[in-house]
């Protein structure tokens, strides 16, 4: 097999932004009003800074993290992305695979477009499942129930979506699922036949895993029972129900402050996830880099913590860490590779954060992950400042 090359993810998003029809670039690209959320994200990391140690022996790094319940080959793993077919054919099913084979966890979106008992199949020991919590309460019971008996560790727990955001992208292009066949998207088709025609090929992308709770058959009602069900009713009470009625790890995906991940945590919360969706729900949300320090602090050292949004690197994996985070998602980043070189460069996109971190720790004097997060050698850039250093 052909092992697409790679240099670095902007790369790799440029290539994706060639290779893709227009509407589905920007699903996949945009963010909510402005994106100025999306750009503060990615400049937040980029701006955070690293203290380099000399003279420390860095020739053998390691990687390995424990969290909820097992030890994974790095600090990472895949966040949730709904309609991933849609992205490349076979994106959802190959990179399941290919985090199975790295040893980090997948997490598959309630919006995806594979089904949670195949995904549980190709990945028993590394899938975790992203819930978005519908109205109907049997509902949320039954596709909880389906999780818990396919052999899910983790439920994550999404809280970032009380209402649907306004994507303009997505509005300026009309983007639905199924899409519209209008003359615009046709072009569009003509001039991606390799994503046209692996489409094509693989069928348009269902949202399989609650096709059975829409109650309907027609494929446009189900995309429109999906943004019905938004609830911005999910509230703390719901959140209690939900982690008496789930008996593995529940982690919420989704907390922008200390108080909420104080109270995640004595509501009896495995983990939180320090998320703005990626800039894709409020477009004035802070850079989670900048909001993970005072989060630490509040919840104390051994509460776990999961950040995501902006993260482009192996480097900005290793930031993150130095800045109190625990493990990280990576979203966009992992689709980009997917998009740019197709579904087997799920694995290379992997090797590539684990290269990038590694050489990273290497450079800053921390051999394992361990001692980095005791020192947390990072420096945040205040704006005009000489960076305290
Ligand atoms: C195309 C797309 C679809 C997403 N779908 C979901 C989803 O279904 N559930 C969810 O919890 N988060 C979803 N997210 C948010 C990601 O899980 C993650 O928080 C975000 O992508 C991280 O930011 P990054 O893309 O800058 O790395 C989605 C993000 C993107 C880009």
Not at 5 to 11: P, Q, R
Not at 161 to 184: E, Q, W
Not at 191 to 205: E, I, K, M, N
Not at 306 to 331: M, N, P, Q, Y
């Amino acid at each position: 097999m052909n092992m697409p090359h790679m240099t670095c993810v902007s790369d790799l998003r440029a290539r994706a932004r060639r290779r893709l029809p227009r509407f589905v670039f920007d699903y996949l690209d945009g963010g909510a009003g402005s994106e100025a959320g999306v750009r503060r994200n990615e400049q937040a990391f980029d701006e955070v800074l690293l203290k380099p140690r000399a003279l420390v022996n860095c020739e053998a790094r390691d990687l390995s993290t424990p969290l909820l319940g097992r030890t994974w080959a790095a600090p990472f793993g895949i966040a949730p992305i709904g309609l991933g077919n849609l992205i490349w054919p076979g994106a959802e099913p190959a990179i399941a695979r290919a985090a199975a084979q790295a040893n980090l966890p997948y997490t598959l979106s309630t919006a995806a477009t594979t089904s949670l008992e195949r995904i549980a199949e190709i990945a028993p020991q590394h899938c975790w499942f992203q819930l978005y919590v519908a109205r109907r309460d049997e509902d949320v019971d039954d596709i909880v129930a389906r999780a818990e008996r396919t052999g899910y560790q983790v439920l994550m727990v999404t809280v970032d979506v009380p209402l649907a955001a306004r994507r303009l992208r997505d509005i300026r292009n009309h983007f639905t699922v199924p899409f519209r066949i209008t003359p615009g998207v046709v072009v569009e088709l003509l001039r991606h036949p390799a994503w046209s025609l692996g489409t094509l090929r693989a069928g348009v992308p269902r949202f399989v895993n609650v096709e059975k709770y829409a109650r309907v058959s027609d494929r446009r009602s189900i995309a429109a029972y999906l943004t019905s069900e938004i609830r911005g009713g999910f509230d703390w009470e719901a959140l209690e129900r939900l982690r008496a009625r789930w008996p593995r790890r529940l982690v919420v995906k989704g907390l922008m402050t200390a108080e909420d991940s104080v109270r995640a945590r004595d509501l009896g919360c495995d983990g939180v996830v320090v998320s703005n969706h990626g800039g894709r729900q409020l477009d004035s949300a802070p850079a989670t880099i900048d909001v993970l320090p005072s989060i630490r602090a509040a919840v104390g050292p051994a509460f776990p913590l999961i950040v995501d949004c902006g993260v482009r690197s192996g480097e900005h994996i290793v930031k993150a860490l130095a800045a109190g985070a625990d493990f990280v998602l990576i979203g966009r980043a992992m689709m980009y590779a997917v998009a740019a070189h197709g579904p087997t460069a799920a694995g290379p996109l992997l090797a590539l954060m684990i290269d990038e971190a590694s050489r990273c720790l290497g450079q800053i004097g921390y051999p394992d992950v361990v001692s980095l997060k005791s020192h947390a050698p990072f420096v945040r850039r205040t704006y005009g400042s000489n960076y305290g250093l």
